[in-house]
């Protein structure tokens, strides 16, 4: 069992940055890819960046590259997403992802990640 807590979310002005984190539970964390997704109020779902369990092997949707980076720390159990250059379309609420798979299928196979948290709120003014 992972427990997944994110914070760092927060209102911020476009052009500006924030740094999401997310703590893991377990003594397990470095065996798992972890992703980033994000949902605004009346969309679905969508995948925003992903990292292998190694840290060698990152993904990132095509709306968000060059801007925002992915990244882990295995001996604090905690994976991070810095976010530069932010738009108002980047406003949504932002959920760490766990799973026993690689950072690629991640990106493509969301429903079948075993591990979500509650989500951190991003809202990005004009």
């Known amino acids: 069992q992972v427990q997944l807590v994110e914070s760092g979310g927060g209102l911020v002005q476009a052009g500006g940055s924030l740094r999401l984190s997310c703590a893991a539970s377990g003594r397990t964390f470095s065996t798992y890819a972890m992703g980033w997704f994000r949902q605004a109020p009346g969309k679905e779902r969508e995948f925003v960046a992903a990292i292998s369990w190694s840290g060698g092997s990152t993904v990132y949707a095509v709306s968000v590259k060059g801007r925002f980076t992915i990244s882990r720390n295995n001996a604090k159990n905690t994976v991070y997403l810095q976010m530069n250059s932010l738009k108002p379309e980047d406003t949504a609420l932002y959920y760490c992802?766990?799973?026993?798979?690689?950072?690629?299928?991640?990106?493509?196979?969301?429903?079948?990640?075993?591990?979500w948290g509650q989500g951190t709120q991003v809202t990005v003014s004009s």
């Open positions: 992802a766990a799973d026993r798979t690689t950072a690629q299928a991640m990106a493509v196979r969301s429903h079948e990640i075993d591990y």
